[in-house]
């Protein structure tokens, strides 16, 4: 039974030296339990799932408790690569290693100090012990063994502060029957929620620098994902649908089994009869209608609860609040924009985090870069671009960009490659 109960399973049973194997002990707590009642018990059952799920490549034991995790690790396995993999665990809120030691205070100080001496460096910095006694018959109480192991520990590090309010760092110590444990720093998960315990949303993936972030964003605040993204082979070079691919795959780490379903919409014939019917002012802003209309549509039909993009509030001219007024009338989805108000150096930052900036900055035009006028509206008004709009057949082609869509399963350890394969989507896929 992969789920013990913590009374049948003393949590720290495992962290013993046993033969040559000994187990590194790991502690997991859980992001934003300020759900309630069913909700958080549906929480912690997704949050376990996860983590089995994105650690099944490791003999690892778990114990689970209410709020935190114990994971013991055998010394075959780095602690590293399992960090790696708890940080595609959606709804953790940290990890740390716990250290097992005598129960001796002086004992406990040596040893944590070259961990906290670590986490320190050369900063002043606030700090605090925090403890607890499971055994009642060791002869201090918790309070006295904080202020204890306090004045050991400053006489050997002066350049730690007590702080009780406010600590930067924390030596939580736990002093049981068989042995003392403690640990000192963590490292930060995803925080958020559970993958998939929010209900299910499109993302509108370009191979651009935003969108994947946002799809990261959704999937950490509790949204399963589909992609969809909109494709103008031969127009655009089929190495910008392989970015997207690539991407996908990337995200796929933190996706319900590490899958995640890409649809690929033909956009060719709408983008050409866009690029040759409609005022340069107005190509971007109508063809983000087309592409939102065709995103509804197929949110609608495969049950998705949103349509999720990349946009940021002033970043570009499709992106006032204007332009996104114009082009948004057009959908029957709600729409959420997870990075409205997030800077480009935010943006950025996540986006290297995730490992999908590389891939992004690869140098191919998408249709929403190629062939675009130099001086867009940032101003567009609906009944213009509706006026446009009459002067194509532009319902005609979306019914067969739809039914011509093709869904790609992109899996996280399975790469696919297309660029090779054609200079078309459609040619690659055959
Ligand atoms: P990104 O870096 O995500 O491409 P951007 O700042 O370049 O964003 P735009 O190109 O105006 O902005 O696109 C705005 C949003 O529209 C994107 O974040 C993405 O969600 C969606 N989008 C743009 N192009 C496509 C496409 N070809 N397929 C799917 N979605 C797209
Ligand atoms: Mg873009």
């Given at each position: 039974m992969l789920f013990r109960s913590p009374k049948k399973h003393n949590k720290y049973d495992r962290i013993v030296e046993n033969g040559s194997d000994i187990l590194a002990l790991l502690l997991l707590r859980f992001g934003d339990l300020t759900l309630k009642g069913k909700n958080q018990k549906q929480f912690i059952q997704k949050v376990k799932e996860l983590l089995l799920e994105k650690t099944a490549m490791f003999p690892l034991e778990y114990t689970f408790q209410h709020d935190r995790i114990y994971l013991t690790v055998p010394d075959s396995i780095s602690v590293e690569s399992v960090f790696k993999q708890l940080s595609y665990v959606?709804?953790?809120?940290?990890?740390?290693?716990?250290?097992?030691?005598?129960?001796?205070?002086?004992?406990?100080?040596?040893?944590?100090?070259?961990?906290?001496?670590?986490?320190?460096?050369?900063?002043?910095?606030?700090?605090?012990?925090?403890?607890?006694?499971?055994?009642?018959?060791?002869?201090?109480?918790?309070?006295?063994?904080?202020?204890?192991?306090?004045?050991?520990?400053?006489?050997?590090?002066?350049?730690?502060?007590?702080?009780?309010?406010?600590?930067?760092?924390?030596?939580?110590?736990?002093?049981?029957?068989?042995?003392?444990?403690?640990?000192?720093?963590?490292?930060?998960?995803?925080?958020?929620?559970?993958?998939?315990i929010g209900g299910k949303g499109l993302v509108l993936l370009s191979g651009g620098i935003d969108s994947p972030v946002a799809a990261y964003l959704a999937m950490k605040k509790g949204l399963a994902i589909d992609c969809i993204h909109f494709e103008s082979t031969p127009l655009t070079a089929i190495e910008s649908v392989q970015k997207v691919v690539d991407i996908t795959q990337v995200l796929a780490r933190y996706a319900p089994n590490s899958t995640i379903r890409l649809h690929v919409v033909p956009f060719e014939e709408v983008h050409s009869m866009i690029l040759n019917h409609i005022p340069e002012a107005y190509i971007v802003t109508i063809m983000r209608r087309m592409m939102v209309r065709i995103a509804s549509a197929m949110a609608q039909k495969h049950h998705l609860q949103a349509l999720?993009?990349?946009?940021?509030?002033?970043?570009?001219?499709?992106?006032?609040?204007?332009?996104?007024?114009?082009?948004?009338?057009?959908?029957?989805?709600l729409v959420l924009r997870p990075l409205i108000t997030y800077d480009k150096n935010e943006i950025l930052a996540l986006a290297r985090k995730l490992e999908t900036y590389p891939i992004s900055v690869r140098p191919f035009e998408d249709c929403c870069t190629i062939y675009i006028p130099k001086s867009p509206s940032i101003r567009p008004v609906g009944w213009l671009a509706q006026r446009y709009e009459e002067k194509i057949p532009y319902q005609e082609a979306i019914e067969r960009a739809i039914q011509a869509t093709q869904v790609l399963v992109i899996h996280a350890n399975q790469p696919l490659d297309l660029a090779s394969r054609g200079l078309t989507v459609k040619e690659a896929l055959q």
């Open positions: 959606t709804g953790l809120h940290s990890y740390s290693v716990v250290h097992k030691c005598e129960k001796d205070l002086n004992l406990i100080a040596n040893q944590a100090i070259p961990f906290l001496q670590e986490v320190i460096q050369t900063k002043q910095t606030p700090f605090k012990v925090e403890s607890k006694r499971a055994d009642k018959s060791f002869p201090l109480t918790s309070q006295e063994i904080s202020k204890a192991l306090s004045k050991l520990i400053l006489r050997e590090i002066p350049l730690l502060k007590v702080d009780m309010h406010d600590p930067v760092v924390t030596l939580e110590v736990e002093i049981r029957q068989e042995a003392a444990y403690f640990y000192v720093s963590k490292e930060t998960g995803t925080g958020g929620f559970p993958v998939g999720i993009n990349g946009e940021s509030l002033g970043q570009v001219a499709s992106q006032t609040i204007e332009s996104l007024e114009t082009i948004y009338q057009v959908s029957q989805s």
